[in-house]
C-alpha cells in the first residue's frame, strides 16, 4: 500500500492508497474522522478536509441497512460489513474509488449538498472524456437520478436528432434510454463530519457485479467508462509517453489513462469545495 499526500487547497489534502485492503482502510478513514471530531470539539480547530484515492482489492461491501438478500453468489472475494449507507457493492483493480473526509459544518454544506456535488463532478467528468475521448458515434450522456443515487448513462440517439445544436448534457432524459450505472455513492456522517463517499468503474472488470444485486437494484446494468471512451492502461500511458520522450516526440494516443481521469474529478472536486464551482439545479425525481 502506497501512502502520499499532496495539498490541494488550503483546507483540502489528498491522499493516494493502492492496492488497498478495505478493512483497514476503513479503520484509518474511521480514525482519522474521530479525531478530527475531538480536535474541533476540544480545541475548536479546523482541520483540512481529505480526499482519498484508493485501489482497492477485490472486496464486496454491505451498508448499515444492507439487505443479505442482495448476495446473489458467494465467492471467493470477501464479503465485508461497513458502516457507509446503500446496500450492496464491489470495489476493485480498475474502478476509482475516493473518500471524502469533509467538514461539512464548516464548508456550510449539508448532507443533500455533498450527495449532490459528488454526482455533479462525477457527471462533468464523465461527460468531458466521453465528448473529447468517444470510442463510438453513440449519444451518451451521464446523469444523476433523484430517485436512486449514482450516476448512470443515458442514451439519445432518438432525442438528439430533434435538438441537434443542444449539448448532449442539457437535453432532457425522460426520452432518452437508461443504459445503466457508471458511479455509485455511499457516505457515513458523523458529528458533520463525512467519509466514505464514490466509486467509478473505469476500466474493471464487471463481471464482479454478478453475483449482487449492485446497491439493490435487481437486475442493473453496471457500466464502465472504457466500454464508451478510449482508455488505456496507466501503465501503458506511461510507456507511451517515455518512448515519446526518448525520441523528443510528443505521446501519440488520444486514449484516456487511469490516472488522468482521476485527476480530472480531484480537480473538479476540488473546485467545489473551494467554492469555485456552484451547484447546478437537481435532476428531476
Not at 441537434?164 to 455509485?184: N, V, Y
Not at 474493471?204 to 457485479?209: E, V
Amino acid at each position: 500500500m502506497q501512502n502520499t499526500a499532496q495539498p490541494l487547497n488550503d483546507m483540502l489534502v489528498s491522499k493516494s492508497l493502492s492496492a488497498a485492503d478495505y478493512v483497514p482502510t476503513l479503520d484509518a478513514m474511521l480514525s482519522r474522522t474521530l479525531a478530527r471530531i475531538a480536535l474541533k470539539k476540544e480545541q475548536g480547530l479546523r482541520t483540512p478536509d481529505e480526499l482519498w484515492i484508493v485501489d482497492h482489492n477485490d472486496v464486496y461491501t454491505l451498508g448499515q441497512a444492507g439487505k443479505e438478500e442482495h448476495i446473489l453468489q458467494r465467492t471467493n472475494t470477501p464479503i465485508i460489513k461497513t458502516d457507509r449507507g446503500g446496500q450492496v457493492t464491489w470495489h476493485g483493480h480498475g474502478q476509482l474509488v475516493i473518500y471524502w473526509l469533509f467538514d461539512l459544518d464548516s464548508l456550510g454544506w449539508s448532507v443533500r449538498n455533498m450527495v449532490s456535488h459528488a454526482e455533479q463532478a462525477i457527471e462533468d467528468v464523465v461527460n468531458d472524456c466521453l465528448k473529447s475521448h468517444a470510442s463510438n458515434s453513440s449519444l451518451i450522456s451521464a446523469h444523476a437520478r433523484r430517485d436512486a443515487p449514482g450516476v448512470y448513462l443515458y442514451s439519445h440517439l432518438n432525442t438528439a436528432s430533434n435538438d441537434k445544436a443542444q449539448p448532449l448534457t442539457e437535453l432532457p432524459i425522460d426520452d432518452a434510454i437508461m443504459l445503466g450505472k457508471i458511479a455509485s455513492l455511499g457516505f457515513k456522517i458523523k458529528h458533520g463530519f463525512s467519509y466514505h463517499g464514490v466509486a467509478i468503474n473505469l476500466d474493471c472488470d464487471l463481471s464482479a457485479f454478478n453475483a449482487i444485486n449492485p446497491c439493490g437494484y435487481a437486475g442493473m446494468q453496471m457500466l464502465r467508462l472504457a466500454d464508451f471512451a478510449a482508455m488505456d492502461k496507466q501503465a501503458q500511458d506511461k510507456q507511451l509517453a517515455a518512448q515519446a520522450a526518448e525520441q523528443s516526440m510528443p505521446a501519440m494516443t488520444n486514449c484516456l489513462s487511469y490516472e488522468q481521469v482521476t485527476q480530472k474529478l480531484i480537480s473538479n472536486i476540488a473546485k467545489r469545495h473551494a467554492g469555485h464551482i456552484q451547484l447546478r439545479a437537481l435532476a428531476p425525481k
